[in-house]
């Protein structure tokens, strides 16, 4: 899986569907990760995590934007990165890491996968409208 670089159709539209949701998804941890540190008296501490959660889900936004540009899978792949890091300040996140990215991985190899079978059906149908004798009857 390259880690820079345009992508097929089908692949950035599937990868910038994974990044949306996990915006949505870190944008709702940072504020439960915040809430919980409250609770505990880590005001300093909470507010720390509020601002990081909802950078990192900002950065996942902006990778889905980017997906269509060479640089939009390698943001894509930071941001995994990134919620795999966080785990470190709040250890529930080791699930959403591992569903993200196991989804990301997934998305990136069934859409090149679906990229690669639409090229060759244009390919075969472009080769077929050229066949001689290939048009339609009456012509």
Do not use: C, N, Y
């Not at 089908?10 to 809430?35: E, N, P």
């Not at 909802?54 to 990778?63: F, H, K, P, Q, R």
């Amino acid at each position: 899986m390259p880690l820079v670089g345009r992508q097929g159709r089908l692949t950035f539209r599937l990868l910038a569907v994974v990044l949306v949701g996990q915006a949505i998804v870190l944008v709702f941890f940072a504020l439960v990760a915040r809430g919980f540190a409250v609770a505990e008296g880590r005001d300093a501490e909470a507010t720390r995590l509020l601002w990081l959660g909802l950078g990192l889900a900002a950065l996942s936004v902006v990778g889905a934007g980017l997906m269509r540009s060479p640089v939009g899978v390698t943001v894509g792949w930071v941001v995994q990165a990134l919620t795999w890091a966080s785990a470190v300040l709040v250890h529930s996140m080791v699930a959403v890491a591992l569903i993200f990215s196991a989804l990301w991985v997934f998305l990136f190899v069934k859409g090149r996968q679906a990229d690669a079978l639409v090229a060759r059906h244009a390919a075969e149908a472009a080769a077929g409208d050229a066949a001689p004798g290939s048009g339609a009857p009456g012509h």
